[in-house]
């Protein structure tokens, strides 16, 4: 038994917990896995694999009783996105997108808003999240998306690019800037926009590298018209709803390139065990040793923090964002080196898409861009070092 069998056989899940995996194990397995390159080479949105987590009722593990949900730990969450994305990273983030985009309702909205909005959600809904525009990416401060009061209603002007999910959300959770407060910082605000709103139209679907059966768009807002009862908090509390929400969505991206990695490790020893080269299989040869150790030591690891990290926010802690930036940082890195040294081993074939290989490589290297670029993790947790 490898170690990271071993790891894995001695994670402890409760009896409900260990039923949810094994179910969607299977699932990922016979129905999620087969479909993904065809997915991927069209295109087209997955509705097959979503359909088999929607009869599971996977969206319901994060959303409250009250609401339609059937809630399970954080860190059970993290493990279904992970095997979810080891079968199919396009499933696996149109999935961890609808938590990103519906968690700040359940941490920050009003009952009304709760049981008005959230059970679409629990019952197979889409969720999203849109913060960045052309002139806003790290630096969402930025953002020029306008809310303008108008009576009982918000007037929304602008626009936003590169949102999952974009033109299928059944909720999106948008962030802009309150027309009437004069502050960069103090004007962000956030709101939930319906599907079908007025005024509200998606560009084109983004001819991506990876990730080519997960949507993204952008949104255009041309005087969209919002409930102000769909208001998130009051005006200019916005930024806090945002850091709070990407410190719980960063983990969850870590789960995704967990993921990927997970599937790119597996996919590259078990050919360096059939493949034979001058007369040996080429996981005898010592370099390539070297390799798979510094390899699966670094995913072990990534395991354990990703887990840790779910256990914190499991356990009530308030301060974790270093933590999630950790695990994003690590997770995504892992990913791309993963999945690169992948396609190497496999040489021609992995250039190719007869494997997964070069399909895995193009999905791993948006998990070091989005929610935060990997040099901003670095800043954030370099500049927490530096003495007051």
Not at 86 to 103: D, L
Not at 179 to 186: H, L, P, V, Y
Not at 202 to 215: I, W
Not at 260 to 268: E, G, K, L, S, Y
């Amino acid at each position: 038994m490898t170690l990271l069998e071993r790891y894995a056989q001695n994670r402890i899940w409760d009896e409900q917990e260990q039923l949810v995996l094994d179910q969607l194990q299977k699932v990922a397995e016979e129905v999620i896995a087969p479909q993904a390159a065809a997915y991927d080479a069209s295109g087209e949105y997955p509705s097959a694999s979503m359909d088999a987590l929607n009869a599971m009722g996977l969206n319901a593990i994060f959303v409250p009783e009250a609401y339609g949900g059937a809630p399970m730990s954080y860190r059970l969450y993290l493990e279904c996105v992970s095997i979810v994305s080891e079968a199919c990273a396009s499933t696996g983030i149109i999935y961890a997108t609808n938590f990103h985009g519906m968690k700040p309702l359940i941490d920050f909205g009003t009952e009304e808003q709760k049981l008005r909005l959230l059970p679409t959600i629990a019952e197979g809904g889409i969720g999203s999240l849109a913060i960045t525009e052309p002139d806003a990416g790290s630096d969402a401060t930025g953002m020029k998306t306008s809310f303008t009061p108008d009576g009982d209603d918000i007037v929304i002007n602008g626009s936003k690019i590169f949102i999952s999910n974009g033109d299928v959300a059944d909720r999106i959770l948008l962030f802009g800037k309150w027309s009437e407060i004069d502050d960069a910082k103090g004007a962000i605000s956030a709101l939930v926009l319906e599907k079908g709103t007025d005024g509200f139209t998606t560009g084109p679907k983004e001819n991506k590298m990876g990730h080519r059966a997960a949507s993204t768009v952008a949104l255009n807002f041309d005087t969209a018209r919002v409930p102000r009862a769909n208001l998130l908090g009051a005006p200019g509390e916005g930024l806090s709803i945002l850091l709070a929400s990407l410190n719980k969505s960063r983990p969850s991206i870590a789960a995704h390139a967990r993921g990927i990695a997970r599937a790119a490790f597996n996919d590259m020893t078990a050919y360096m065990n059939e493949r034979v080269q001058s007369g040996r299989r080429i996981i005898d040869f010592q370099a390539n040793q070297f390799l798979i150790a510094d390899l699966a030591s670094e995913l072990a690891l990534v395991e354990s923090w990703v887990d840790y990290v779910g256990g914190l926010i499991d356990g009530g802690a308030e301060q974790f964002g270093q933590e999630a930036s950790v695990a994003k940082l690590r997770a995504s890195d892992l990913a791309m080196r993963m999945s690169t040294d992948a396609v190497q081993m496999f040489g021609g074939y992995g250039y190719i898409s007869d494997y997964r290989a070069e399909r895995l490589m193009r999905d791993a290297k948006i998990t070091q861009i989005w929610e935060g670029t990997n040099q901003v993790h670095r800043q954030l947790i370099g500049r927490s070092f530096a003495q007051k």
